[in-house]
């Protein structure tokens, strides 16, 4: 991936030129995908976040190719509003990734906890009464500002299962998975083949969250995650491949 000034970011890709252009105009920031210099609406595309003035963007996006898929990446950018509009690329912590690792949780700040079913029954929002050590298949770190950032989830039949954004040893937030609610032996009818003649083989979900806490903005980052869309994946429950982590589409 190459970088050209202001915002350009551009890719050969099986002999086809990939670009992500990032725009910061009147109105804020703006994406285009172009595809041997077409502009595209590619398939699945773009987080944004924001609090109050900020807002941060993971430009991002994916195309069904013939043959392999075409990944568009920008970068994460941030947005500020405070005094006109201005934008700047971010450059987000640097994370160690684990697997099969564990978590420990002191207290659960998520307001909503009470909602899902949190796997620390003892913890309560704003309870500090009893530590929790959550277990996860996949674990990634860092340190920002000597402030320990931890992300913890595991993979399920439609991609990443429920993530845990911790502070700390405090869980700010999480994002939530519910399974498919659909048997087994429908999911070829109901669920894979609707979003196969949506997006071709396979589906990618790029899974992130930026917590504002005590006036600092936590970028939180998994990466981009390629779900297979045929019956056998979805079955064995352990469906998502992290590209960011071990390979790269070609």
Not at 139 to 150: F, I, K, M, P, Q
Not at 175 to 190: A, L, Q, T
Request: charged share 25%; with cysteine.
């Amino acid at each position: 991936m190459t970088f050209t000034p202001p915002g350009t970011y551009s890719q050969e890709v099986n002999g086809h030129l990939v670009e992500t252009v990032v725009i910061c105009g009147a109105g804020g920031l703006e994406v285009e995908y172009r595809l041997d210099g077409q502009p595209i609406d590619p398939e699945t595309a773009g987080l944004s976040f924001t609090e109050g003035a900020q807002s941060f963007h993971r430009v991002v996006g994916a195309e069904d190719g013939d043959g392999p898929d075409y990944l568009f990446d920008g970068g994460w950018w941030i947005e500020d509003r405070t005094d006109g509009v201005s934008c700047e690329p971010y450059e987000g912590p640097v994370w160690e990734d684990f697997t099969d690792e564990s978590i420990l949780v002191t207290e659960i700040i998520w307001a909503d906890a009470y909602l899902r079913d949190v796997r620390c029954p003892q913890l309560s929002p704003g309870s500090v009464e009893e530590d929790c050590v959550v277990g996860f298949d996949y674990l990634r770190r860092a340190t920002v500002d000597g402030r320990l950032l931890e992300i913890g989830f595991d993979c399920a039949e439609a991609g990443v299962g429920e993530a845990w954004w911790v502070v700390d040893g405090v869980m700010v937030t999480n994002r939530f998975y519910h399974p498919p609610e659909w048997n087994k032996e429908d999911y070829e009818e109901w669920v894979v083949a609707p979003w196969r003649d949506l997006y071709g083989d396979t589906v990618y979900d790029y899974v992130a969250h930026v917590h504002w806490l005590d006036g600092e903005a936590f970028v939180f980052d998994i990466g981009r995650v390629k779900i297979d869309l045929n019956l056998e994946a979805f079955i064995e429950g352990d469906n998502c491949v992290l590209l960011d982590w071990s390979t790269t589409e070609s």
